[in-house]
């Protein structure tokens, strides 16, 4: 079953990590956030940061996308940035490249390359204070980090883990768990159902599909049903592109 995470009563609430991941060291080294928005908070969806300190943040706002990683790195409408609007799905993601530089994409495009010799740190989710002011009502589907060089996925934030139950985002990928803080609302509520996954029908089952756009869950069960499927398929973790 695929679920994700969902604050959207408290504008206090977070997730503190286990401890901090530091995003940059490494050529390749990457961070992605696939996002959901509910609302927002004074104009601005603050997706994360490190919870000691105002260096390390990650924000939209209707005007720039900002990256803050010892220094601001910015992109403005001008760099073809355009705020997602409240109640939208969108990815954002950080790469460290070479010569210094981080890329940051939106939804899969590249919006801007600059220099910032600092890695990045991360240590809170949905806010970057230790007080959790100002915090994203929205939340996560995902967030994927390799601090590897981009070798591998090194830690792997999916809220499908928790089968929806509790107050603990797993990472599946590492040992680096978050706390939720200050959920509110009905016990589990937090936990978000949205998938069965894909069931198949008919005699004669046509496997053809038209393009999908976006990203296609596949964590949860493909049932196949009819006279004669002799189809099998391989669980996959996270998400698939069928835009081809």
Not at 184 to 190: A, D, E, R
């Amino acid at each position: 079953m695929a679920y994700y995470l969902l604050n959207d009563t408290n504008e206090s609430a977070y997730i503190n990590l286990a401890n901090t991941l530091v995003i940059g060291d490494n050529v390749g080294d990457y961070v992605k956030f696939s996002v959901f928005t509910k609302a927002d908070y004074e104009g601005e969806y603050r997706i994360g940061g490190k919870k000691d300190a105002g260096s390390f943040r990650i924000a939209l706002n209707a005007s720039r996308l900002l990256f803050r990683s010892g220094t601001e790195i910015t992109v403005t409408s001008a760099e073809g940035y355009t705020i997602p609007s409240a109640g939208t799905d969108f990815t954002v993601t950080f790469k460290r490249l070479a010569n210094d530089n981080w890329e940051i994409s939106l939804n899969g495009q590249v919006l801007k390359t600059a220099v910032n010799s600092t890695s990045f740190q991360l240590d809170q989710l949905l806010t970057w204070a230790t007080s959790g002011l100002r915090s994203l009502l929205g939340g996560f589907y995902y967030i994927e980090v390799s601090t590897d060089g981009g070798a591998s996925i090194t830690n792997y934030y999916d809220p499908s883990a928790t089968n929806g139950t509790g107050t603990t985002l797993e990472d599946t990928q590492g040992t680096n768990d978050g706390t939720l803080v200050g959920f509110t609302g009905t016990t589990n509520s937090w936990w978000v159902f949205y998938s069965t996954g894909i069931t198949i029908t008919g005699a004669t089952p046509n496997y053809n599909y038209a393009a999908i756009a976006g990203a296609v869950d596949l964590t949860a069960t493909i049932t196949i049903t009819g006279d004669t499927p002799n189809y099998s398929y391989t669980a996959i973790s996270g998400t698939v592109d069928l835009t081809s």
